[in-house]
DNA sequence: CTATGTGCAAATCTTTTGCAGGCTA
DNA sequence: TAGCCTGCAAAAGATTTGCACATAG
């Protein structure tokens, strides 16, 4: 019921460190092991903080959750994760930094994208004096029924 | 440099005490107090809960932090307001309980109506298979510039 | 070698809850 | 009177931080 990770294997500890690399930020054995899990396939996911600690446990990778806190936001500063608010209870990650919408599933508290191609926002406001958009967060809230 | 809230006399009270028999809420002092505060003029406002508790004991009322809490939740619960989750610090209620649109603004933390009328959703994807769509959030986050 | 990252435990912050006493219907 | 409400303090969760040790460049 959570987001599956990718497997660590040369192959994504190999795509990691490009990851690292295209951010500038310090490749550690406990970053490689994080982008691995979370983009050595190329897939895009949505991360909570404990689900990635789990991951990285499950692996086998020694990470404490401290560092993966510090980790997730060290990577969102360096712009390779977006920080995505859905939920006051916990925060969400996404590795697609793009601005796209979002469905969130709210029975089981996932975080999913939602067909970009299906959502047009055909007419934003003018920021208002002195402002400027920054990101225009949509998230379509789902519910079972 | 945060939200007004309406001042407490008669006619904001009764305004108040109306607002909640709407809900089927059982009217104490606190809840008259804080609702008088909340829609006692009929503008629509946008509060956390440590705001409405300073604005409480600015009005000379007393009233418990732990107080707040429930009645924001339970004034949720009766439809009577809107959780709107734009930061993962803090919740933040709505006073107008229709889907509409938002501005935040990053620097101030504050959270506004964006004109509803300048923002049109153009197309929204079906919801997947065994599901329905709650709500649609859509917040404009704003940054100085 | 120096700056930065890591781990642990403790601290913080928001929100919830247990319980005893108060108040509404 | 019965049941819901309030206040306080304590609990609960998520996230951050201080500090000593480890490690990348």
Redesign the interface.
């Known amino acids: 019921m959570e987001t599956q990770f990718a497997p660590l294997s040369p192959a994504t500890t190999q795509a990691g460190q490009t990851w690292l690399n295209r951010g500038k930020v310090r490749p550690t054995r406990q970053r490689i092991a994080l982008a691995a899990l979370l983009v050595g396939d190329g897939e895009n996911r949505h991360v909570t903080a404990e689900g990635l600690f789990t991951a990285a446990k499950d692996s086998g990778e020694s990470v404490s959750l401290a560092t993966v806190y510090n980790t997730l936001r060290a990577f969102c500063d360096a712009g390779l994760l977006n920080?995505i608010?859905?939920?006051?209870a916990?925060?969400y990650f996404d590795t697609c930094v793009e601005d796209h919408p979002h469905?969130f599933?709210?029975e089981t508290q996932e975080l999913t994208d939602?067909?970009s191609s299906?959502?047009?926002?055909?007419?934003?406001?003018?920021?208002?004096e002195?402002?400027?958009?920054?990101?225009?967060?949509?998230?379509?809230?789902?519910?079972?029924?």
Chains 1, 2 share one sequence.
């Open positions: 920080e608010t859905v939920d006051a916990r925060s469905f599933w709210e939602a067909p299906e959502v047009e926002i055909a007419r934003l406001p003018d920021a208002p002195g402002a400027r958009i920054a990101r225009v967060d949509v998230v379509i809230r789902l519910r079972r029924g």
